[in-house]
């Protein structure tokens, strides 16, 4: 498949050979170029060395153990979320970044959520961006679901108010909430999306049931701060990772894991509608080491 | 960080002042600091080890001044090489439009801020240049996508206009009505939105190559976030190995990232990085600008005015 990571070439010189301190400062270095940062790269790779220093060891063996060790760190974030379940309505919002993919995986996940015959609502709540609006809608339409909308520029709070107002009227399953892209240092619209939050707990205390924070698998270390800032801002219940398809691998999703006790829910392998896998510990770390 | 990586230099050079020259045995110790301190800024790594040795090779048999501390010293050494590496100080924003209609081709990963920087580049050239410009949007992917461009398009006032859309044309088509438009129309500039794409997707990125060809592009602007991670050097190479890129736009430089990637993906291309984006409004592109990122970089803190008090000592 498509394992052309640097990672993959990298490891392909190896061959068999000794786990010694050169290999493994080669193995550093190529975790450290598929994002897992310095620190947690040589964390994993001196991990790895306890168990095997000095021993001869296949390239295919370094690959698989390398996996393992950082499937360690991942797999109790692995965590199958179903959306459709869980109180009524199911009150899920989607924050994030900038273009990290968050219209995009409402839309992935409105159309499963069709298949399974669940009663939802779409809310435009990015009432800042250019056809925000409209391209939520396009995706409403595939999926069949209703989106509801006010026009750019109103208050995005009062919008899910009237949402989750309708929702509770006409007994729905569940209100997926998108949010407009903001970059977590900007403090009036971060101070706008809790405002957000704070409207949905006004109707139901325990509101939003899932915050969930959309991180784009290019980005860097900037990532950790991302985390932090919408935790402490919207209350992130879990994260999905986007646009795996590329040439990134996402490592920096370790080193999150290894930070914060937060749910992986799905990860994002396209722009279609059926572009969302559920996340798999062992499948994401294979494919960061090239071990498909 | 910036204040780390300065404590963390001067704890290494403490003692030192006064002693002569740099050995390779300090600079060794400095330098490890200031790769850990780069790649935490997203600096991809190649690029991270050839500015070590670039660093290194300046570094060694520097005298130690008596008023400065070696690690101010080094600091100064480290910041005129990432100015350098990214350009220099006098950064060239201006663009190749002189042949009307001139065509400026953007293209870049999904997401990464092309339909903004488009609609920003036209308010740019039509208010600061008195230019006609003409926007057409060559995704026929992205939901909206034509829309959204349509839109910053009337935001943009009388001198920007929007080629009309037509469903369920292919985006080579598209570009040529865009050019029949641009030339029949009087415009100075058209400018080019295409989708966004992964550089594995080959169908997309021969897309993209064919658009190329049929527009001549005067200027191919790749536009990448400034968040990005090590990735940043896959993806300008990539790009830059099919299409005839003439620089780079850095988006999302109002965020706190530490903007490594801008350093990668200058390195790996040798362009020039013209803009970057400061905002989501319009009006949020400047000129690109070394010095600032530099300092971003080793993690801003008030690096030019440490800095500046060094080169005063020196
Ligand atoms: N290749 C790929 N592209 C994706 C994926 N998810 C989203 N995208 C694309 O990324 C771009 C941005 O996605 P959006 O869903 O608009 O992102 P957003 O977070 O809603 O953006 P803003 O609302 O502007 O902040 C679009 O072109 C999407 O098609 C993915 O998993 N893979
Ligand atoms: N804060 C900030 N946001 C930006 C900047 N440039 C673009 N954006 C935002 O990033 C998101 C994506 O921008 P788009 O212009 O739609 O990106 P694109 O590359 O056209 O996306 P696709 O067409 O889906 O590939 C939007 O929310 C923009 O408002 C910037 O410089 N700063
Ligand atoms: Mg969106
Ligand atoms: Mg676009």
């Given amino acids: 498949s498509r394992s052309s990571s640097r990672l993959t070439s990298g490891l392909a010189v190896f061959g068999r050979r000794k786990l010694d301190d050169d290999t493994l400062e080669e193995l550093e270095d190529l975790l450290i170029s598929s994002d897992l940062g310095a620190n947690v790269a040589t964390r994993v790779t001196s991990s790895l060395a306890k168990e095997r220093f000095d021993k001869e060891i296949t390239e295919d063996e370094i690959r698989l153990a390398l996996a393992e060790e950082i499937t360690d760190v991942l797999r109790p974030r692995e965590k199958i979320v179903d959306f459709s379940d869980g109180p009524r309505p199911r009150i899920v919002m989607f924050v994030g970044v900038n273009g990290s993919g968050k219209t995009t995986t409402i839309g992935k996940i409105a159309s499963k959520l069709k298949e399974q015959g669940a009663k939802a609502l779409l809310v435009a709540g990015d009432t800042f961006r250019a056809a925000a609006l409209e391209q939520l809608t396009v995706w409403g339409e595939r999926a069949d679901i209703p989106v509801m909308s006010k026009p750019i520029g109103s208050d995005a709070a009062g919008l899910v108010y009237e949402a989750i107002e309708k929702a509770k009227a006409d007994d729905l399953d569940l209100v997926l909430i998108d949010t407009a892209g903001r970059l977590q240092n900007k403090t009036e619209l971060m101070a706008e999306l809790e405002k957000i939050v704070r409207v949905t707990r006004k109707l139901d205390p325990n509101a939003p049931h899932d915050v969930i924070l959309v991180l784009d698998a290019t980005v860097g270390q900037n990532a950790l701060s991302q985390v932090e800032a919408f935790k402490n801002t919207a209350g992130v219940t879990g994260l999905v990772m986007t646009k795996l398809d590329g040439t990134a691998k996402g490592g920096v999703l370790v080193a999150i894991a290894e930070a914060h006790d937060l749910p992986i829910h799905f990860i994002g392998i396209g722009e279609k509608a059926e572009d969302l896998r559920p996340f798999s510990a062992e499948a994401f770390s294979k494919a960061l080491v090239g071990a498909e | ?314």
């Fill in chain 2, 1 to 314: 960080m910036f204040d780390t990586l300065s404590e963390r230099l001067g704890g290494i050079f403490d003692g030192l002042t006064g002693r002569g020259a740099l050995s390779e045995k300090d600079v060794s110790a400095a330098l490890r600091e200031i790769r850990v301190a780069l790649l935490e800024a997203d600096v991809a790594l190649p690029v991270v080890k050839d500015f070590i040795g670039n660093v290194k090779s300046r570094a060694v048999g520097e005298e130690v001044i008596r008023s400065v501390k070696p690690g101010q010293q080094v600091i100064k050494i480290v910041y005129d090489a990432l100015i350098e590496m990214l350009g220099g100080e006098d950064s060239d924003s201006s663009l190749r439009i002189d042949s009307p209609p001139a065509v400026i081709l953007m293209a870049g990963l999904q997401g990464s801020g092309k339909t903004t920087t488009t609609g920003k580049l036209a308010k740019r050239l039509s208010e600061k240049e008195r230019k006609k410009v003409l926007l057409a949007s060559l995704d026929t992917r992205r939901p909206a996508a034509m829309e959204q461009l349509a839109i910053l398009a009337d935001q943009c006032g009388d001198n920007v206009v929007s080629l009309p859309i037509i469903q369920g044309q292919l985006a080579t088509d598209i570009a040529r009505r865009a050019m029949n438009a641009a030339k029949l129309g009087g415009y100075d500039v058209l400018i080019l939105d295409t989708a966004g794409r992964t550089t594995i997707d080959e169908q997309m990125m021969n897309e993209v190559a064919e658009i190329a060809d049929i527009a001549d592009p005067s200027e191919t602007l790749l536009v990448a976030d400034s968040l990005t991670g090590q990735d940043a050097v896959e993806t300008a190479n990539r790009f830059h190995a099919r299409l005839p890129l003439t620089g780079l736009v850095l988006t999302r430089m109002d965020g706190d990232g530490r903007g490594g990637a801008a350093l990668s993906m200058r390195a790996v291309t040798g362009l020039p990085i013209k803009f970057m984006g400061v905002g989501e409004k319009l009006d949020g592109l400047d000129a690109f600008d070394a010095k600032r990122v530099a300092g971003r970089i080793l993690g801003q803190g008030d690096i030019v005015s440490l800095v500046e008090k060094a080169a005063e000592q020196m």
